[in-house]
Nanobody
Framework: QVQLVESGGGLVQAGGSLRLSCAAS????????MGWFRQAPGKEREIVAAIDWSGRRLYVTNSVKDRFTISRDSAKNTVYLQMNSLKPEDTAVYYCAAARSSIGVPWDQLQYDYWGQGTQVTVSS
């Protein structure tokens, strides 16, 4: 079993920045595609960003593409989500996910095999 643990969430004012981290167990982390999803109150869970095993292929959803950046450090078994210029609409629980196989459609949640417990991000106006 692979375990994913998110951290870095919290309360921040609009316009501020936050960096989320997802620490993964297992020596095969470097071969996984990784994704960040979020779920706001009363809303469905949605894709935020994804990164392939090499770190060279990236996807960021349109609503945050100019503000958020995804990256990974295989040596630390960690994937990051840097969030800048935060807006109240970004308020949600953010989840880290891992896929054993290469994903062609990063927003397809069924392609991810492991999920973290989530970390709360609250952006005040």
């Amino acid at each position: 079993q692979v375990q994913l643990v998110e951290s870095g969430g919290g309360l921040v004012q609009a316009g501020g920045s936050l960096r989320l981290s997802c620490a993964a167990s297992g020596r095969t982390f470097s071969s996984y595609d990784m994704g960040w999803f979020r779920q706001a109150p009363g809303k469905e869970r949605e894709i935020v960003a994804a990164i392939d095993w090499s770190g060279r292929r990236l996807y960021v959803t349109n609503s945050v593409k100019d503000r958020f950046t995804i990256s990974r450090d295989s040596a630390k078994n960690t994937v990051y989500l840097q969030m800048n210029s935060l807006k109240p609409e970004d308020t949600a629980v953010y989840y880290c996910a891992a896929a054993r196989s290469s994903i062609g459609v990063p927003w397809d949640q069924l392609q991810y095999d492991y999920w973290g417990q989530g970390t709360q991000v609250t952006v005040s106006s």
